[in-house]
């Protein structure tokens, strides 16, 4: 008796094995399944894409259920992109749950590496902010992962709030593609005093490429006078600008601006941060 129940498992293992290696089979010989066929190896597509866009010129075809175009899907991206251009697979059915399946690269025309903002420029007063707060004034984006801003890292930081200087923040930031960036953004703390004047820019950081030319004046919005509340014009105060920036070297760098009125002994100042990357 055992000698036969050991018969009917081997057996019916057989049979199961049997069964799979016939569907793997049929998928594979031609006529036996669906089949995907691509005009295209290679798409180029922007970043703004539509799901119609990635279907482009790719059609199905099956023996038994004809035209299955419209039954392709896509899954996932690959989870690594260089210069724009990662991969996608694609998937199509039939009736009797057969499938095909193909995979071809997607270049984005327009894509960029993950970009760090700020909402404010990284210039504090004396014991007046922290790294929780520091939190707040940075910002992260993505073109194809859109806001990734609660995914930024705080890395090295000599940062001392209670002393007037000038430090560096390490931050970084990945998308779902492992495409990453890494910065290191000057901050400055300033002695606690009153100065008066107030510069906002457009801007508290900025991305140019290698070999931009940049204008320190064309990021000033207005200089504001905190004491009368209102902005000054142009022929009210005088403006000094001192600039690191080189635009023939990717890197970090600033413009240092200080604005003092023409009447009295107000100023202000600030730095604007300035990325240089291909």
């Given at each position: 008796?055992?000698?036969?129940?050991?018969?009917?498992?081997?057996?019916?293992?057989?049979?199961?094995?049997?069964?799979?290696?016939?569907?793997?089979?049929?998928?594979?010989?031609?006529?036996?399944?669906?089949?995907?066929?691509?005009?295209?190896?290679?798409?180029?597509?922007?970043?703004?894409?539509?799901?119609k866009d990635l279907l482009e010129g790719l059609t199905a075809y099956d023996a038994e259920d004809g035209d299955l175009s419209k039954n392709i899907f896509f899954g996932d991206f690959s989870d690594s992109i260089q210069n724009g251009t990662t991969e996608l697979e694609y998937t199509v059915f039939d009736s009797d749950g057969l499938y095909d399946s193909c995979i071809r690269k997607v270049t984005f025309t327009d894509y960029e590496a993950p970009k760090i903002t700020l909402t404010n420029p990284l210039v504090f007063l004396?014991?007046?902010?922290?790294?929780?707060?520091?939190?707040?004034?940075?910002?992260?984006?993505?073109?194809?992962?859109?806001?990734?801003?609660?995914?930024?890292?705080?890395?090295?930081?000599?940062?001392?709030?209670?002393?007037?200087?000038?430090?560096?923040?390490?931050?970084?930031?990945?998308?779902?593609?492992?495409?990453?960036?890494?910065?290191?953004?000057?901050?400055?703390?300033?002695?606690?005093?009153?100065?008066?004047?107030?510069?906002?820019?457009?801007?508290?950081?900025?991305?140019?490429?290698?070999?931009?030319?940049?204008?320190?004046?064309?990021?000033?919005?207005?200089?504001?006078?905190?004491?009368?509340?209102?902005?000054?014009?142009?022929?009210?105060?005088?403006?000094?600008?001192?600039?690191?920036?080189?635009?023939?070297?990717?890197?970090?760098?600033?413009?240092?601006?200080?604005?003092?009125?023409?009447?009295?002994?107000?100023?202000?100042?600030?730095?604007?941060?300035?990325?240089?990357?291909?």
């Amino acid at each position: 008796m055992k000698l036969l129940k050991k018969i009917l498992i081997l057996t019916m293992a057989l049979v199961i094995i049997a069964y799979i290696l016939m569907r793997v089979l049929d998928n594979s010989i031609p006529g036996h399944g669906p089949v995907i066929c691509a005009e295209k190896e290679e798409i180029r597509i922007s970043c703004k894409y539509k799901e119609k866009d990635l279907l482009e010129g790719l059609t199905a075809y099956d023996a038994e259920d004809g035209d299955l175009s419209k039954n392709i899907f896509f899954g996932d991206f690959s989870d690594s992109i260089q210069n724009g251009t990662t991969e996608l697979e694609y998937t199509v059915f039939d009736s009797d749950g057969l499938y095909d399946s193909c995979i071809r690269k997607v270049t984005f025309t327009d894509y960029e590496a993950p970009k760090i903002t700020l909402t404010n420029p990284l210039v504090f007063l004396e014991e007046d902010f922290s790294d929780f707060i520091l939190l707040y004034y940075l910002k992260g984006s993505d073109m194809l992962d859109g806001d990734l801003s609660k995914h930024i890292m705080i890395g090295e930081s000599d940062v001392d709030y209670d002393t007037p200087g000038k430090y560096k923040l390490g931050v970084s930031l990945a998308n779902s593609f492992g495409d990453s960036v890494s910065l290191d953004l000057p901050v400055h703390i300033l002695e606690k005093k009153d100065r008066g004047l107030y510069i906002d820019l457009l801007e508290p950081l900025v991305y140019v490429r290698v070999g931009d030319q940049i204008d320190p004046k064309s990021y000033i919005r207005h200089v504001y006078d905190q004491m009368a509340e209102k902005n000054l014009g142009k022929r009210d105060y005088t403006l000094e600008t001192d600039s690191d920036v080189d635009t023939t070297a990717e890197g970090v760098y600033e413009i240092y601006y200080k604005a003092s009125a023409n009447t009295g002994d107000l100023y202000g100042e600030t730095w604007l941060t300035v990325v240089v990357r291909k």
